[in-house]
């Protein structure tokens, strides 16, 4: 994070700079006659330089996105079909994320927004009965975790998490 933000504050310094450095060139030029002739580069200048303000936030924003997903895959190594569903701070404050049926030795993985703070646990369901457990312990927007949620035969259930 302070690396980009470094990036920022330089860029932003170059900006002021060349602000600068342009307008200097243009005075020079309004005082040597020939502003009529360069005016053209000079309103070039200045919208290039500012063109980079409305792209860094663009940027920001993108990057913030891609940082506040998370990545969860079930791996269904039971041979029954299990039922997952997540709650917690999911795309919207503690509301109800159901991954759907993970049919029997197959994974299925899905990308959440994480857009509050909290804990998140699952609810694994099958035929004859219901798991329920934390698959982050806490998480927070801009944070990039995933976790693998592992149901073996015997329809245990283990949770691997790291951030990414």
Same mark, same amino acid.
């Given at each position: $994070?302070?690396?980009? $933000?470094?990036?920022?504050?330089?860029?932003?310094?170059?900006?002021?700079?060349?602000?600068?450095?342009?307008?200097?060139?243009?005075?020079?030029?309004?005082?040597?006659?020939?502003?009529?002739?360069?005016?053209?580069?000079?309103?070039?200048?200045?919208?290039?330089?500012?063109? =980079?303000?409305?792209?860094?936030?663009?940027?920001? $924003?993108?990057?913030?996105?891609?940082?506040?997903?998370?990545?969860?895959?079930?791996?269904?190594? +039971? +041979? +029954?079909?299990?039922?997952?569903?997540?709650?917690?701070?999911?795309?919207?404050?503690?509301?109800?994320?159901?991954?759907?049926?993970v049919p029997p030795k197959t994974e299925k993985s899905k990308t959440v927004r994480i857009p509050g703070e909290g804990?998140?646990?699952?609810?694994?369901?099958?035929?004859?009965?219901?798991?329920?457990?934390?698959?982050?312990?806490?998480?927070?927007?801009?944070?990039?975790?995933?976790?693998?949620?592992?149901?073996?035969?015997?329809? =245990?259930? +283990?949770?691997?998490?790291?951030?990414?």
């Amino acid at each position: $994070m302070s690396a980009g $933000m470094i990036n920022i504050l330089v860029g932003c310094i170059l900006v002021a700079i060349g602000l600068i450095s342009l307008t200097v060139y243009a005075i020079k030029g309004y005082r040597a006659g020939i502003l009529p002739t360069i005016w053209k580069k000079v309103v070039s200048g200045y919208l290039l330089l500012l063109a =980079n303000f409305p792209l860094a936030f663009v940027f920001i $924003m993108v990057s913030g996105a891609i940082a506040g997903r998370s990545t969860i895959a079930i791996h269904n190594q +039971s +041979s +029954s079909p299990i039922k997952v569903v997540l709650h917690g701070p999911l795309h919207e404050p503690n509301q109800d994320f159901v991954i759907g049926v993970v049919p029997p030795k197959t994974e299925k993985s899905k990308t959440v927004r994480i857009p509050g703070e909290g804990a998140v646990t699952y609810s694994i369901a099958t035929a004859t009965k219901t798991e329920t457990g934390i698959v982050f312990g806490y998480i927070t927007s801009g944070i990039s975790q995933s976790a693998k949620i592992s149901v073996d035969e015997k329809l =245990n259930v +283990s949770v691997d998490e790291k951030i990414n």
